[in-house]
């Protein structure tokens, strides 16, 4: 069905448990085989890349290094490893110098072929198959056929050049994927705002401030919870929420589309418990 | 018997929003006369012009009336429709019930129906004793006059030649080329300024259809379109440029020195000179200001040095007579005086100069053939301040309106000067950036990042001299910071304004300005290159400040509505002029003085004053000032004017 | 660069910050000098009024040379590298990036300055984890930022609700060949 390297970032097996889970689970069902990259290591997030330019290439470089030797494309879940990945990727694609320096450095070759992406963009490539197997579920559950803001944070579509399967401002393939599903995914004009990221821990009122307004604008946009694609945008979106309104790994919501019985144990494991958090079905 | 059909317009909702049309109808149906009556929509449309001509047709209408807006805009789109429909032109009339009804009576509906009624009724009254009137022509002298040797002029001028008609070029200086001469490199090519110029200065002195005169002025002016009398003034040279050779001895040898005008005061010319080295023609003349001989009879020194002994003290002044049938107007601009900006220095700062005088010192034929050094001491300018809108958009103090062209020459000296002095750096002060030609807004990238002009945003406050430097103090807004640099040059682009001598000239010729000085165009957006008074054209800065792309487009077009009025050799005239009833003109000549257009004569043979139909604008002051009732208008006839007086008045 | 009376004295620019600045905007490879301060980047960035300086503000300062305010700026601490000023310039021009050359060239020629110190700090943290674990641990990342930045409460109870759930392990996960990954950093700057 499909092979693909697993890059899960340092958040993963933590903060953002319920993502792995729930990643796991649907891949599993749909028959998508995840190999764990063996001794992955952080991507560096924003830190690197604020400090250094060069361990911030010479981090995503490794993990690819790490994919190629296995001749895997490479699936990333988390918004921000996915961002640095792809800089890196593109990198060694472009600038010689560069590539040259790194392959000697980390004892690989890079091939143009083998390709990262985003987690959004995997499931989309197997969506006929989603469909079909979600067809055969009941549709009967809390959770399905909502309606939905799609959040997708500001790393999956930035900068130019990143991402070339989604629009920047207006990015449409999570909605496009949950609607098949059966899902209400609304338009709105927060998708793409950043929610403050790595200021979360030394200036929370930022964060809460972005946070705030985001979840408002999903609210009036006539959502019943967000979703997400990125673990750091999940938690400050919990974390900071001066509410509780609902907020879902996309993943959680392809898995309740499947039927998978584990989703209860997703719901407990977040800040807020997404699903007490939906209004009442009419 | 006059069977007469009226229309009445809606113009949409302009007269129909506030007229009630439908009555208006149906009352001017009442009168006598009146064959037919309806209204349109829209009487000027293609369909509304047909049902006229249809409707004149098929009910055998031989007189119409059109009730709608002002005949300035659709008089003649109707006569037309009704000549075609084979009426005599004169037998249609409009009712100006839009301008001078709907527009203005706007709140009073009924009353304005009213009056509306009145007026089509006043006009049918009237129409009712039209007789059918045939339009003259005259002939026309098909010369052309073109004030102004500058590109605007040069372009005109040869526009027109080689249409196939014969041009006379005045130009006060004693070379063509105007300020484009002045000019080292034009933007955004770089193009250098003579190299684009000279061969049309060339074209023009050796062109067959054109008569050069430089060093010449318009003496006088009289006439009218298609027959302009005009006596040009050639001022006297002291130079018989038939035998000069323009070898320059005589310049070589002049002991008195004077500031040149051309160099902006930056250099020094001898009292015998030629402006500059390409000039055409390339032959000196003596300014009789400066020189020695004139002023104390003493020198002479250049007859003595000139080889063909072209020298001529005694010249005298050369008056050409002309008749012309066309005057393009193309005197070109001047720069705002630092002098009057107080603020800036008052012109007492020896480094603070304008953009003309930028451009001496860029030019390779200038001051100081090309090298960029400030005029006090010589020294090379290492950091040159630009400052745009002196003078420029700014109603209080100086002059309202935006200069156009300084925004684009800053960027080309600041690149320049950065060409010229790579270790230098240009500042620009400025308010807006405007750049709105093609490649403009381009090239002022290239001077901001490819020679790191930096740009700094905000009006200089004040200028000042310290020590050897020049202070500029002035603001960043887009740091939010005042800020001052110590200059060794300044260069201000200083505001455009009229040419010396552009309200002297207005009035010899008759035309309007507007009030900063500028000839004014018949209208701003459709004709921008015509006189409000008939046979006048304008082209290049006299009218506006503008561009070279945009000066030659505009002398092209002045010389294409030349070429227009050439192109039949005839001139329409009026035809509802005066005419004089013989029986009862008692000559006594009061109707001469009343015209405005010269278009009364007595003849004093016959005893009797004449209407010349060329001429007469049918204008009716000879009418009023008859006091024998002597004089009519055809078409407005005093019954017929008592008809309308009677229908308005509502009997 | 300020005379007695407050006024910018730009004919004085002293080469150095004119260099450092002119450096940092060349590594960008960012067209720094076709800002025309539209303000577009200003309305979009979810940290500008925070921070008190908008990002063409920041790059006015580098285009000046004005190199003390630029590093002074809580910009240059602040700026989270969303990237909505480069997507909606309509110059292009991506201020993050620049803002990110800043920073790495102000580490590199020891002028740091001291705006938002904790967030410099959450980075060297973070790097600091990175370069010994190879991968983040973020209970003793979150615990040494606390202390280190003496904000011992703040967060206290999240953290908590966190643990709790199992969301923050009390061991770090570690890459086997840490040796790479030191090497790794110390091929590269870092601080």
New interface residues.
Partial sequence: MGQYGYYPG??I???A?EYDRSTRAVCATLGIHLTELP????C????????????DL??SA?NIGIAHRLGLDMVVPCAACYNRTMHAWQTLRDDPEKRAVLQA??GFDFRADLQVYHLLQVMEQHLAHLKEAAAHRLPEDGVRGRRVACYYG??IT???GINPHED??YPEGMGRMLAELGYQPLRWSFA???C????S??????VRE?VDRIIAAAREAGAEAVVTACPLCQLNLE?RQSDRFPVFYFTELLGVALGLPETEKWW??H?INPVKGLPQRA | MKRIGVFVCHCGMNIAGVIDVQRVVEEVGKSPGVTHAQDYVYMCSDPGQALLRDTIAEKQLNAVVIAACSPSLHEGTFRTAAMRAGLNPYQCEMVNIREQCSWVHSAQKDAATEKAIRLIQATVEKVKQNVDLRAGSMPISRKALVIGGGISGIQAALDIAEGGYEVFLVERQSSIGGRMAQLSETFPTLDCAQCILTPRMVQVSKHPNIHLMVYSEVEAISGHIGSFRVRLRRKPAYVDWSKCTGCGECTAKCPRLVPSEFDRGLSRRKAIYTPFPQAVPNKPVIDRDSCIYFRNGKCRLCEKACPPGAIDFEQQEEIIEAEVGAVVVATGYDLLPVERLAEYGCGKVPDVIDGLAFERLLSASGPTLGDVRRPSDGKVPK?VVFVQCAGSRDPEKYLPYCSKICCMYTAKHALLYKHRVPEG?P?VFYIDVRTAGKGYEEFY?RA??EE?V?Y??GKVSKIFRDGDKTIV?GT?T??????????DLVVLATAVVHAEGAHELANQLKIQLDAHGFFSEAHPKLRPVESITAGFFLAGCAQAPKDIPDTIAQAGCAASKVLDLFASGRLPTQAQIAVVDEERCAACGLCVPACPYEARILDEERNVAEVDGSLCQGCGLCVTACPNKACELKNLTPAQVNSMVEQLAGR | MK?TS???????RRPDPLDFCTLAIQQSRQ?V??CY?CQRCAGGC??AE?AGITP??FL??L??G?LDEALESSLLW?C?????C??RCPN?I?T??VI?EV??LS?ERKQIASA?K??R????L??R??RLF???H??SL?MA??LL?KNWF??LL?GQ??FF?????LLP?R???RR??R???D?????
């Fill in positions: 340092c958040s097996s933590s903060s448990r001794d992955w290591n952080c560096g997030a924003s830190s690197a890349h604020s400090l250094s330019k060069d361990i010479a981090l490794r450095q980390l500001c790393l930035r900068p130019r920047m401002e793409t705002e950043c403050g990221a790595a200021l821990l030394v200036r929370g009122d930022v972005r974390s407990r494991l800040l | 950091e750096q500042y990238h901001e990042e790191e930096v700094l945003r103090w960043d887009l740091s939010g910071r005042n800020v001052e640099i110590a200059a | 005379t407050g006024i910018t004295d730009l004919s004085q067209p000098s076709r301060h979810p940290v925070a063409e503000r006015r300062l285009h000046l004005l602040l989270v590298g969303c990237g909505a480069g997507i292009d991506s993050d990036r990110d920073r790495a580490i938002v904790d967030q700090l959450f980075h060297r973070f790097l984890q990175i190879g991968r983040v973020e209970l979150a930022l606390k930045s703040s967060d999240l609700k966190m759930k199992r969301k923050l392990p996960h890459v086997k060949d790479a990954i090497e790794l950093f091929k590269g700057s870092d601080r």
